[in-house]
């Protein structure tokens, strides 16, 4: 079945340090894999996407995200955790560059301690 | 696990058709949201709602939208007339409050084709 696994549901990390989000998925075809970050109130933000080619793949806010198909893994990080980073993250894997048939993980939440 | 249940997953309309996207919430969850993705797009926030009411809506959600809870366990999103650029994933969701805490419940949401 399709799935998407998000282990950690919280994590907290100090501002400064780096960030590694997980994200396992399992998919029958090759995956499109999406990180959404969602701050409290407002609706999901796409932090980035892979659909092919460079497996390192650059978002917004300085994060980044690397596909392992040998782990079935999509790893989000980021160098410098800011205080406004502070958030949920969700993965998600969809059928299409779009994502637009998106299955989500149950997200993890970021806090960023001082 | 509880869950945010959509239905139905494909919708196919007519340009110019009502359609109405429905969702059931999770039961003991008071803030409902409604989210779209349009193809190759990001998602995107249409509409919370709390207390019967509309608490928050984006410039996307015109007056060819709106949103009910008939029966207090029902969340539906109207499209009066739609178009062609109404085509997209919605996405609903339910939460138990708005706080840094609480976590937002996604659907795994219907697919709306207009033609």
């Known amino acids: 079945a399709q799935s998407v696994t998000q282990p950690d549901i919280h994590i907290t990390v100090s501002e400064g340090a780096s960030l590694e989000l997980r994200c396992n998925y399992s998919?029958?075809?090759?995956?499109?894999l999406f990180w959404y970050v969602q701050s409290p109130g407002q609706g999901l933000q796409l932090l980035l996407k892979?659909?092919?080619?460079?497996?390192l793949v650059q978002g917004i806010k300085g994060f980044e995200a690397e596909f392992k198909r040998s782990q079935s893994s999509f790893n989000l990080r980021k160098p410098s955790v800011h205080w406004s980073d502070a958030a949920e993250y969700f993965c998600?894997?969809?059928?299409?560059?779009?994502?637009?048939?998106?299955?989500f993980g149950k997200g993890t939440t970021l806090s960023v301690s001082s | 696990e509880p869950e945010v249940t959509q239905t139905p997953s494909h919708q196919v309309t007519q340009m110019g058709q009502e359609v109405i996207l429905r969702c059931v919430p999770i039961?003991?969850?008071?803030?409902f949201y409604w989210y779209r993705q349009i193809l190759g797009q990001k998602v995107e926030f249409l509409v919370s709602f709390y207390n019967n009411e509309i608490s928050e809506k984006s410039e996307i959600f015109d007056d060819q939208f709106s949103v009910e809870r008939p029966d207090g366990s029902n969340f539906t999103l109207k499209i009066r007339s739609t178009k062609l650029e109404d085509s997209a994933m919605y996405f609903c969701?339910?939460?138990?409050?708005?706080?840094?805490?609480?976590?937002?419940?996604f659907g795994s949401g219907t697919q709306l084709s207009v033609l």
């Open positions: 892979y659909f092919s080619g460079d497996t």
């Open positions: 039961s003991n969850h008071l803030y």
């Open positions: 969701a339910s939460s138990t409050g708005l706080s840094t805490n609480e976590k937002l419940f």
């Open positions: 998600a894997v969809g059928a299409n560059q779009a994502g637009t048939a998106l299955i």
């Open positions: 998919y029958g075809a090759t995956p499109y």
